[in-house]
């Protein structure tokens, strides 16, 4: 569910629909430096990402379809850049 009337771009896979969903959400963010996607730790932003899967799946696909890929690309994301130096 978006808060606006303006619809998501056309996304080519659920993979890729899932990562925009993660975006739009505010749980994940790219690197500045490198553009691997991270993710924020932010259980509310998580929530928020299940929602949208659960209420505005991508066509052709289930609510559950797409919750599980949102699950499924979040569980492949650190919270750290694989390229940046240890802090």
């Not at 009337?5 to 500045?32: D, F």
């Not at 949208?52 to 994301?77: C, H, K, M, N, W």
Request: some cysteine.
């Amino acid at each position: 569910m978006l808060m606006t009337k303006e619809r998501r771009p056309a996304i080519r896979t659920l993979r890729g629909w899932a990562i925009s969903v993660l975006q739009e959400a505010g749980a994940i963010h790219e690197c500045e430096e490198h553009g691997w996607a991270k993710d924020r730790a932010d259980p509310h932003a998580w929530e928020r990402a299940f929602d949208i899967a659960r209420q505005d799946p991508p066509t052709g696909f289930s609510p559950e379809e797409a919750l599980a890929e949102v699950r499924d690309v979040l569980d492949g994301i650190g919270d750290t850049c694989p390229e940046c130096p240890p802090e």
